[in-house]
């Protein structure tokens, strides 16, 4: 055999490796490509949802000044009403009495508007998140949905974790839970099967392929006397 037939069973012979390995060297980058893409999708939503979390939370500890002035106002006209004897001072105390307790029950009703609202659109973002991770990619599905699971919000952290103090009072303060930056984190897991992902002549070369997770989180962290959002350390495994 002549030195150029050598060469061409040496390509001949080589060919299937080469032609494997570029076929691995495309699937590696879809799949990086697919899970850049979602893994940036989920720390911006994250981020908004944290960053509307620390304006609802900041809005809600700024109104502990005028809940405590109202708690104060509110036992000084009480006092007065228990002590005015004279049946015109008795009504004008309690009419003022009155009027305190109405300006307390409505600072009670944006205290709960706010608690509501932040955790209502948390929701919303968070449900919008998910059904963008499930179709995302449309173009590389083949059957069902790319993802096969999307794991829940841990924690409780779609919920503003803030206590009132004093509870039974018409006007509390509220505060933050204990270790609130930790209970507030709100964390995503995604999974997906590559066999759903890659086309079906790069699957041929593949084998047998493991199911590929990514994940992102985000929390509250107070800086110069107010909470902030930030991102939390990310995994792919």
Known sequence: ?????????????LLPMLLAGLMTLVGACTLVAYYAESHHLCRKTLLEIQIKMADKVNE??????????????????????????????????????????ARQTQLRSR??????????????????????????HSWLQM???VFREIAHVRSGSIKLLVYPTPVSSLSPNYN???????????????SWDIHKILPRWILGH???????????????????GK???????????
């Open 143 to 145: 059957g069902e949905g």
């Open 176 to 190: 933050t839970a204990p270790l609130f930056s930790k209970l507030q984190s709100l964390d995503v897991q995604w």
């Open 227 to 237: 909470w902030v959002a930030t991102l939390g350390k990310d995994k792919f495994f």
């Open 206 to 224: 593949v084998g047998e392929a493991p199911k590929f997770q990514g994940q992102c989180s985000s929390t509250l962290v107070q800086r110069k």
């Open 1 to 13: 055999m002549t030195e150029k037939g050598f060469g061409v069973v040496g390509l001949l012979i």
């Open 60 to 101: 809600l500890l700024s109104l502990n000044p005028k809940a405590e002035r109202l708690r104060k106002e509110e036992k000084t006209a009480r006092r007065a009403v228990q002590v005015a004897f004279l049946p015109p001072l008795k009504a004008a105390a309690i009419a003022y009495w009155l009027s305190v307790i």
């Open 111 to 136: 205290q709960f508007k706010i608690i509501e609202n932040s955790q209502r659109e948390a929701r919303q973002i968070l449900h919008q998140l998910k059904r963008e991770l499930q179709t995302k």
